[in-house]
């Protein structure tokens, strides 16, 4: 956009000056004729000067237009926010999607085998797993919830029942595996008996083996078993049937969940 052209302040003010010299040599000597270009000089000024004025009333005119249909729009948002909330919010009701303002808490169940913890899917390098779609590769509004990647979905998946859970995968079986609380956070997609998370995080674990467990809700202990399990080999634990360690995993992660909840309500009230 080119400048707008206006007049030069010295030259105005030396047209100012140069017209008051005439007036006082007219004034001493006599008037005589303006000189036809001089007229048409200043006919063309005042012309000019007279649609600038104009203009300046249009262009106030048009700001105020302009300031009136600012406040329909800001009206019109308002409108807008509040239908585009409810259609999500029905949509998300009707495929039981969930942002929650504190982190949804379920029960996960890993294979400890090859020095690492691994899900139905990958090992988990890490107490902490972002979901991704091994259909779709499509990373938007995971877990989806429109059937793009099958029947089941993808997300990092939680169970609701700590019972079942265990009663379902392991009971009886005479191998190794971690099972813990995990904190869900982004979208969450709820099911009859469980989750489907974009994001986990584990804040407890019940390491077993054949006849004992080993329990863990320090941070740093838990990055350190899904580093290695190995780091647990010296512990001093106690031996116990399947029966056993079962009951006590369930009643220590059901114990870890409630505090964490617990914990999460009160500073969020």
């Not at 303002?101 to 400890?112: A, D, E, N, Q, S």
């Not at 804040?203 to 006849?211: F, G, N, S, T, Y």
Request: hydrophobic share 40%; glycine share 8%.
């Amino acid at each position: 956009m080119q400048p707008e052209p206006t007049a030069s302040p010295g030259a105005c003010d030396e047209v100012a000056r140069l017209r008051k010299r005439l007036d006082e040599l007219w004034s001493r000597y006599g008037r005589s004729e303006y000189p036809e270009q001089l007229l048409r000089l200043q006919r063309g000024v005042q012309r000019r000067t007279k649609r600038i004025e104009a203009l300046r009333c249009q262009i106030a005119q048009i700001e105020e237009q302009i300031r009136w249909l600012d406040v329909e729009i800001a009206g019109f948002g308002k409108g807008l926010e509040m239908l585009l909330g409810d259609a999500i919010r029905r949509i998300e009701r009707d495929h039981a999607e969930a942002w929650s303002p504190v982190p949804v808490l379920g029960y996960r169940i890993w294979k400890v085998a090859g020095g690492g913890l691994h899900g139905v899917q990958v090992r988990w390098n890490g107490p902490v797993l972002d979901a991704v779609c091994r259909v779709t590769f499509d990373d938007d509004e995971i877990p989806h919830t429109d059937g793009r990647c099958g029947r089941l979905g993808c997300g990092v998946y939680a169970a609701k029942d700590v019972h079942e859970l265990l009663q379902e995968f392991v009971a009886g079986k005479s191998c190794s595996f971690a099972a813990g609380v995990v904190a869900m956070t982004g979208k969450v997609v709820e099911h009859e008996r469980g989750y489907r998370a974009a994001h986990a995080r584990v804040i407890a674990l019940a390491v077993a083996r054949p006849a004992n467990v080993v329990f863990a809700d320090d941070p740093d202990v838990i990055a350190a078993i899904f580093d290695d399990p190995a780091v647990l080999q010296s512990s001093n634990v106690r031996r116990a049937t399947w029966t056993e360690v079962h009951d006590r995993i369930a009643k220590y992660l059901s114990h870890q969940a409630w505090r964490n909840e617990w914990t999460s309500a009160g500073k969020n009230e």
